[in-house]
């Protein structure tokens, strides 16, 4: 499904060739977010990646913009807490286009302090954006409270006061720091084979400094479970429930996914949705999901209900998560039929071609590969019901944050 291949310079590429498609997609992902800044720059992770785009030393903000756009592509990035990707789906016919665009950006940016200033006032404008929507911003805040004075505990976007700070100088400093050949994986998904692919990017990418980003991990604060509520002025309530589970390569991160799958997955069978919605009628949204970094990951549950029956709301979920750990719920049965129903959902999601290489490209970063889908099966089919009933025990003692 996946080849993969190394240019000169060392940089991991991951080609996945599509026969027919009309479009193809290429890009890099490169190891630094968020948790990468020091205190005083948070948010230059997401800055610099919306800055890229503002001028190089050939290319006009305006001219970068229209390359792409002008043959109908879309040129895209996003910052995490652990990685950001710029990337470029464009005509399949359009492949040394896009891959020597992308190749200007990350070599030739120039961060002109007039388009810095225009972009303070975008990204402000973001950061007043997000806090407007409890429902996204709640995942942040608690993140902040289950990592606080560590370098997960704060917000990827930073904040206002910050990005006063950024300029030209901090800006290439962190390009030159983090955006080496060492520090990303290339990917590209579409018709062109591995042969022609590799020689365009050796073409363009080969003049990428290979680098040396040993990354510091201090290890993580242990803060204690917390309870809390916050008002913010919103109709509704706004809850995560969750707690830090292991990491992307802790042994259980397929057993937690699924259990967050059975709890709020996407399917309105899911045991949350069933008992909250479908039966009492007190909420709209109820989800479970995962994030894994390297070293922790979390597992939360969001519900947004009327401000009385939150507490109601929050008992039976804790009696859920209890029944589940207890072995009451789940039988092997039902979860044979949640394993079905989980890699069902996962081979439709595969068939999202943009989504599925992104993936694949933070899998090769922090895995060295993409697994593929008979490798996805059989970690999924060697999940016990006993490990399921554990992660479940674990989610049982949870933290709780409320914006209302």
């Known amino acids: 499904m996946y080849n993969y291949f190394t240019l000169s310079n060392g940089l991991q590429v991951i080609h996945r060739r599509t026969p027919g498609a009309a479009a193809g997609y290429f890009g890099v992902t490169v190891r630094a977010g968020s948790r990468d800044e020091q205190e005083g720059s948070f948010g230059l992770a997401h800055f610099v990646e919306h800055t890229l785009f503002k001028g190089t030393g050939r290319r006009s903000a305006w001219h970068i913009l229209n390359r792409m756009e002008a043959v109908g592509g879309e040129l895209n990035a996003f910052t995490s807490k652990e990685e950001t990707t710029v990337y470029t789906a464009f005509p399949a016919a359009r492949l040394d286009r896009a891959v020597e665009l992308v190749a200007d950006l990350l070599l030739n940016s120039r961060f002109p302090a007039p388009e810095l200033q225009r972009e303070r006032e975008v990204v402000a404008d973001e950061i007043d954006s997000y806090l407007d929507q409890p429902a996204e911003a709640v995942f942040d805040d608690f993140d902040d409270l289950l990592f606080a004075g560590s370098s997960l505990g704060h917000n990827i976007l930073g904040t206002t006061a910050d990005l006063e700070r950024f300029g030209s100088e901090e800006c290439r400093s962190w390009l030159e720091r983090w955006y080496t050949a060492d520090n990303m994986v290339a990917f590209y998904s579409g018709p062109a084979g591995a042969d022609r692919v590799h020689t365009c990017l050796e073409r363009h990418l080969s003049a990428l400094p290979a680098g040396a980003n040993p990354h510091d991990m201090p290890q993580l604060c242990i803060n204690p479970p917390f309870d809390t509520s916050r008002s913010v002025g919103s109709h509704q309530s706004h809850t995560v429930i969750g707690c830090r589970i292991g990491g992307l390569y802790s042994p259980d991160r397929f057993a937690m996914s699924l259990l967050a799958n059975i709890l709020g997955g996407p399917g309105m069978n899911s045991l949350l949705?069933?008992?909250?919605?479908?039966?009492?009628?007190?909420?709209?949204?109820?989800?479970?999901?995962?994030?894994?970094?390297?070293?922790?990951?979390?597992?939360?549950?969001?519900?947004?209900?009327?401000?009385?029956?939150?507490?109601?709301?929050?008992?039976?979920?804790?009696?859920?998560?209890?029944?589940?750990?207890?072995?009451?719920?789940?039988?092997e049965r039902k979860m044979r039929m949640a394993k079905k129903q989980y890699l069902g959902q996962m081979l439709l999601s595969g068939e999202n071609r943009e989504n599925s290489i992104l993936g694949a490209a933070r899998a090769t970063l922090f895995h060295g590969r993409a697994a593929d889908r008979n490798e996805m099966r059989n970690h999924i089919d060697e999940i016990s019901l006993d490990s399921l009933c554990r992660c479940a025990e674990i989610l049982c003692r949870n933290s709780k944050l409320t914006l209302c």
Not at 273 to 286: D, H, S
Not at 308 to 328: F, I, P, S, T
């Open 273 to 331: 949705n069933v008992q909250l919605r479908e039966r009492r009628g007190l909420v709209y949204t109820v989800e479970a999901s995962t994030a894994l970094y390297t070293d922790c990951g979390v597992m939360s549950i969001y519900y947004g209900c009327d401000h009385h029956d939150e507490q109601r709301c929050r008992r039976l979920v804790q009696q859920q998560l209890e029944a589940v750990a207890a072995g009451e719920t789940i039988n």
